[in-house]
């Protein structure tokens, strides 16, 4: 009979004499429920599990903490060390594009390093001697010129006399009541700059030359370097992201340099251009200070103008002539800073206001004059790498997934259970 069923299998016949394939002996066969001990045993495993993911992270975030609290200080007690190096790998980066650019064109790469430590110094020696020789012989004539400042700013003056005297007055009461513990301090200034130079001299020859031996070394071994870097990652993976951090600093620092350098060479002749027909002395020298000065975001410029002001004080006996040197760099600013800038640098390289603030008074008060000017060329190498090779999610750790999280330690044994590992069954 077709179709005929037994009691101890089953067989189906098509009608033609084959067999069709028995369903019911594939199916498989549902897991065993775990025991009370074996569910004990995982619930410890995963407790074990959490307090030590946790213990570890509590670890590296207090060691990170201790880090960042002690690097300030660290980089400011080791400022004879830490300053020259630092200036010359962020020049040396900025380089890396002209390095490159001479390896293509088949030069050595220590020829090529040379090269590029050579237009480096000789673009630094221009700025030299059309900054500073001239600028000494304006500090040499501020004295003489005090009495015409005096005549310039008379007129500013008599506006506040009355309100001047009435604060000597009051200055003059409490000098009374404080006279008898008052005391004399005598501060000795060098007697001339020259003496100044002299006696800093030898030291900052030293680290000048120890950064171009830093500039030079760096870039003389860069593709090297770079490649023995990739190349010895363990996976790939981890080589591309690598190459990524790399090129990706590279073309972010040198192409900011690059760009605010332009902008800031452009702004410098114009208003050297600005303040010759208006009959100011040395203009190069103040549009040499101008592009200068603007590598410092926000205090720069305020400088500059202050300079600028000062000069026009010196050499104008007419008070509106006086200002009108800072008057038109501060409106050129304005149009290099909200039109000009923006348009060229783009999007990109837009960092927060706050930041830029933050890292100016940080490397400011780390190294002074020097740490204003690395201040945006370090905090874009910074924000690169970590935009790159990605950023410790602080605040996820404290509040999302760590011991501010009353969910972290459920959500953990959700993540880690057995059913989670293995699928649910069928």
Same mark, same amino acid.
Request: net charge neutral; glycine share 8%; charged share 15%.
């Given at each position: 009979?077709?179709?005929? &069923?037994?009691?101890?299998?089953?067989?189906?016949?098509?009608?033609?004499?084959?067999?069709?394939?028995? $369903?019911?002996?594939?199916?498989?066969?549902?897991?065993?429920?775990?025991?009370?001990?074996?569910?004990?045993?995982?619930?410890?495993? !995963?407790?074990?599990?959490?307090?030590?993911?946790?213990?570890?992270? &509590?670890?590296?975030?207090?060691?990170?903490?201790?880090?960042?609290?002690?690097?300030?200080?660290?980089?400011?007690?080791?400022?004879?060390? %830490?300053?020259?190096? #630092?200036?010359?790998?962020?020049?040396?980066?900025?380089?890396?594009?002209?390095?490159?650019?001479?390896?293509?064109?088949?030069?050595?790469?220590?020829?090529?390093?040379?090269?590029?430590?050579? /237009? /480096?110094?000789?673009?630094?020696?221009?700025?030299?001697?059309?900054?500073?020789?001239?600028?000494?012989?304006?500090?040499? $004539?501020?004295?003489?010129? +005090?009495?015409?400042?005096? #005549?310039?700013?008379?007129?500013?003056?008599?506006?506040?006399?009355? $309100?001047?005297? &009435?604060?000597?007055?009051?200055?003059?009461?409490?000098?009374?009541?404080?006279?008898?513990?008052?005391?004399?301090?005598?501060?000795?200034?060098?007697?001339?700059?020259?003496?100044?130079?002299?006696?800093?001299?030898?030291? !900052?020859?030293?680290?000048?030359?120890?950064?171009?031996?830093?500039?030079?070394? %760096?870039?003389?071994?860069?593709?090297?370097?770079?490649?023995?870097?990739?190349? &010895?990652?363990?996976?790939?993976?981890?080589?591309? @992201?690598?190459?990524?951090?790399?090129?990706?600093?590279?073309?972010? @620092?040198?192409?900011?340099?690059?760009?605010?350098?332009?902008?800031?060479?452009?702004?410098?002749?114009?208003?050297? =251009?600005?303040?010759?027909?208006?009959? +100011?002395?040395?203009?190069?020298?103040?549009?040499?200070?101008?592009?200068?000065?603007?590598?410092?975001?926000?205090?720069?410029?305020?400088?500059?103008?202050?300079? $600028?002001?000062?000069?026009?004080?010196?050499?104008?006996?007419?008070?509106? !002539?006086?200002?009108?040197?800072?008057?038109?760099?501060?409106?050129?600013?304005?149009?290099?800073?909200?039109?000009?800038?923006?348009?060229?640098?783009?999007?990109?390289?837009?960092?927060?206001?706050?930041?830029? +603030?933050?890292?100016?008074?940080?490397?400011?008060?780390?190294?002074?004059?020097?740490?204003?000017?690395?201040?945006?060329?370090?905090?874009?190498?910074?924000? #690169?790498?970590?935009?790159?090779?990605?950023?410790?999610?602080?605040?996820? %750790?404290? %509040?999302?997934?760590?011991?501010?999280?009353?969910?972290?330690?459920?959500?953990?044994? =959700?993540?880690?259970?057995?059913?989670?590992?293995?699928?649910?069954?069928?």
């Amino acid at each position: 009979m077709m179709g005929q &069923s037994k009691a101890d299998g089953v067989t189906n016949d098509n009608g033609d004499g084959d067999e069709l394939p028995d $369903l019911t002996a594939s199916a498989p066969e549902p897991e065993p429920a775990p025991s009370a001990a074996e569910s004990k045993a995982t619930a410890a495993a !995963a407790e074990g599990g959490y307090h030590r993911d946790r213990l570890l992270a &509590s670890i590296a975030l207090a060691m990170g903490l201790g880090l960042a609290l002690a690097l300030p200080f660290a980089l400011r007690a080791g400022a004879e060390f %830490f300053l020259p190096v #630092t200036a010359a790998l962020v020049i040396a980066i900025a380089l890396v594009p002209l390095l490159e650019w001479l390896e293509r064109r088949g030069v050595p790469s220590g020829l090529a390093a040379f090269f590029c430590l050579v /237009f /480096f110094l000789g673009i630094a020696n221009v700025a030299i001697a059309a900054i500073v020789v001239p600028a000494s012989n304006w500090v040499s $004539l501020l004295p003489e010129r +005090l009495g015409r400042i005096r #005549t310039t700013v008379r007129p500013l003056v008599d506006v506040y006399s009355s $309100l001047n005297r &009435s604060i000597n007055e009051m200055a003059n009461t409490i000098a009374l009541h404080k006279a008898a513990h008052a005391r004399t301090v005598t501060i000795e200034t060098p007697n001339s700059l020259l003496s100044l130079l002299t006696t800093s001299a030898p030291f !900052a020859i030293i680290q000048i030359f120890f950064a171009m031996l830093v500039i030079y070394f %760096f870039l003389a071994g860069w593709t090297r370097a770079r490649r023995h870097t990739i190349t &010895s990652r363990a996976t790939f993976d981890s080589a591309m @992201t690598l190459a990524r951090v790399i090129q990706e600093v590279v073309d972010a @620092t040198s192409r900011y340099i690059a760009t605010i350098t332009t902008i800031n060479v452009t702004l410098g002749l114009i208003v050297a =251009g600005a303040v010759y027909v208006l009959g +100011l002395p040395t203009p190069l020298m103040w549009g040499g200070l101008v592009a200068l000065l603007n590598y410092v975001p926000y205090l720069g410029p305020i400088a500059a103008a202050a300079l $600028l002001g000062l000069g026009g004080l010196m050499t104008f006996a007419d008070p509106w !002539a006086a200002a009108m040197p800072p008057l038109i760099f501060v409106g050129l600013h304005l149009i290099e800073a909200n039109i000009v800038t923006p348009m060229i640098v783009g999007r990109k390289l837009t960092i927060s206001p706050l930041l830029i +603030l933050v890292a100016l008074s940080f490397w400011g008060w780390v190294w002074g004059t020097v740490g204003a000017v690395l201040a945006v060329p370090l905090l874009i190498i910074i924000h #690169t790498v970590l935009d790159t090779a990605g950023r410790p999610d602080i605040a996820g %750790f404290l %509040f999302e997934r760590g011991t501010l999280a009353g969910r972290a330690k459920k959500d953990w044994e =959700g993540r880690n259970s057995p059913v989670d590992r293995v699928g649910s069954v069928p």
